[in-house]
């Protein structure tokens, strides 16, 4: 069974910093992607940033130059560094796992847990962000 642990998240002030991380057990692959994925209305999750097994990454739009995604490849975890977050940067982030070797979607379906899609998932974490 597949499981993503996330560490907590928390609230910081405007122009802070924050880490998260992510490990996932239990991955019979070794080519896959892992990221981030943010919570947005209706329940789509938007791909914040994702990296593969080879280091290669993604970054949304709005958070490159802030945050950056790197990897302990031996401990299958993956870490989200978050740095001059704003009130926008305010959301529940969610781990996810790709179960084959193609990039993870940029939008799609929340999952909680277990699988949903293409993703193995985490449960989540807020982040919140105060002026």
């Known amino acids: 069974e597949v499981q993503l642990a996330e560490s907590r998240g928390g609230s910081v002030q405007a122009g802070g910093s924050l880490r998260l991380s992510c490990t996932a057990t239990g991955l019979t692959s070794d080519d896959f992607y892992m990221g981030w994925y943010r919570q947005v209305p209706g329940n789509e999750c938007e791909l914040v940033a994702s990296i593969s097994r080879d280091g290669s990454t993604y970054y949304e739009d709005s958070v490159k130059g802030r945050f950056t995604i790197s990897q302990d490849g031996a401990k299958n975890t993956v870490y989200l560094q978050m740095n001059n977050m704003n009130c926008e940067d305010t959301y529940v982030y969610i781990c996810?796992?790709?179960?084959?070797?193609?990039?993870?979607?940029?939008?799609?379906?929340?999952?909680?847990?277990?699988?949903?899609?293409?993703?193995?998932w985490g449960l989540g974490t807020r982040v919140s962000i105060s002026s």
């Open positions: 996810a796992a790709s179960r084959n070797s193609q990039p993870q979607p940029r939008l799609t379906r929340c999952g909680s847990g277990g699988t949903r899609g293409s993703s193995y």
